[in-house]
């Protein structure tokens, strides 16, 4: 089942660093923040990771809880979260559950190969399990600003 804007999100359940279990149920009542990154420690999600690391006491301020989520396993999200110092857990989706249940796994050319990939994607889930926004196919320069902004103005709604 996909995800749709204004429409609950669909049942999941995954593991993230720290030991936590994460699902659709386990952060009713906050805000959530997803944000789908294609790998660990390449130049642009590791840029992606320091700006919602830099960031982060703005989303929590705001009543957010940040995500990480990539196709990387357990060790390697660990190594990256002690490496960044991220104070955010990142969600270990090794069997893409979550990655075809958000529909951000696309085809994409690598050297003038076709490849399975993750395409860099933030869906916003309001305190109500609802997702409320979605940025797909982003860059990352002035992203985190434009979660950041929609998390506060979702804040002052309610």
């Avoid at 809880?65 to 357990?74: A, L, P």
């Amino acid at each position: 089942m996909a995800v749709v804007v204004n429409k609950p999100i669909p049942e999941f359940e995954a593991l993230a660093t720290g030991g936590l279990k994460v699902s659709n149920q386990t952060h009713l009542g906050q805000t959530i923040v997803l944000y789908f990154y294609p790998k660990d420690n390449t130049p642009g999600c590791t840029t992606e990771a320091m700006q919602f690391r830099d960031k982060y006491k703005d989303f929590v301020k705001a009543g957010a809880q940040v995500f990480g989520v990539s196709r990387d396993n357990m060790k390697s999200h660990d190594d990256f979260k002690t490496k960044l110092e991220l104070p955010f857990e990142l969600i270990a989706d090794t069997e893409e559950k979550m990655c075809h249940m958000f529909g951000v796994v696309k085809n994409k050319i690598m050297y003038g190969k076709k490849v399975k990939g993750i395409e860099r994607s933030t869906f916003l889930v309001g305190p109500d399990g609802v997702l409320k926004q979605e940025w797909r196919g982003l860059k990352v320069p002035g992203h985190v600003e434009d979660v950041l902004k929609a998390v506060k103005a979702l804040k002052k709604a309610a």
